[in-house]
């Protein structure tokens, strides 16, 4: 999914905040690329991704794709901003991103765009100027750029296990057509062209539960397919988050366990957590689950109505919180700036958990009186995932997830 220039981000403009435009001229894109401090990006990655980019764009990959002249250079040397914790977890925190002057932003993990969820691989304005993308596999990271990149172009999603514009990501899903063609030439900006769903492309809930987790999702783990997974996969599920070997599906995995409202849910989320070491939040990809985590807890809570479950969240949503409970100690002997985006994943992560007594509402307007006024990123999270609490609430959560472009 991508976000749409909103009321909020037209506020923002009002205010000052100017986005450099991205210049196309003889179908080059010249982007900048930029890494949040706490995230890995070197000069040779971008341009590779740009080649791949520029290659999945260029080749012609059969009938169900079109060659397009288009290339993407990298421009400038990739240098690295610290605007926010490096996960975007909502409105604000992508609007600070998106306001870095630049085009191309890898960050550390996206649990937000346009509204919250697991397992995120990007999020682009469209039209726009300025992509964010985590990294997650060497093979894709360009794949996914060039679909942030059509975004940005105005395009939108086109459903088709060969199309690049899917919502799904793989390395065959590469095809465009002569429209979009004409948009990736175009200047940023350009009309998007929309076309219906592909019959049949939509994920029937009857996919087998592993396939279901070992597909990559641009816009995050699908969550109507994800409260169908049978109760008895759990245990299969579990035991893939403890396969070194499987971690790049881990953010998938517990954004499946929380959907699916297994009594191991809960235990399985949290030891997850706790068990983590400093190594593994030092592992771009691990970090990424761990992030993707406080958001799993969020549906789990939202499914199962568990109070243990909403308690456990609550007491996880500031630094400080963490301080006092002894099952966060893992986490707090880790770099604070970890510890800050982890908490302000619980944030996000509580406007999922929408209960019949509002108890995750509750918390955030009470953490408010808590947090001291110096913390003001804290301040706009609680605020934002107020926001999206209430969306939640009104619209239940398949809805809410479904809304807009996620059709
Ligand atoms: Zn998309």
Redesign the pocket.
Known sequence: ??VFVSWFIIQCLILGAVISPASAQNNQHNLRFLHHANAVLSDADAETIAASATSVLATDSGEHDVPCPVTINKIGPVNSFPNTDGVIDNAMEFFLVQQVSGHVKVVRAINWCEKTGAAYL?C?SMPGNSLAMVRFSPDQDGILMA??F??NQGLD?RLGEFNL?D?SIGPTRVGINHQECDAFKGDAGGEGHAESPVAGAVAEPETDTMTLIKTHY??GFPVAEGKNIPKEDAAMIIELLHDEGEKQWWPNALAALGLMNSEQSFQAITDFMEQATSDDFKDPLVFRALATAPIALGYYVNVSQDQQALNYMVNAATPERMTKNTEFRNMLAIDNTDTSALAGSFVAGLSLAVTEGDGALDALQNIRLEVQPDQFPIFDQLDQSKIEYERVKELGLEAYRSRN?DN
Request: overall charge neutral.
């Open positions: 999914m991508k990007g682009a679909h942030e059509g975004h999603h514009m919502k641009f816009h472009d």
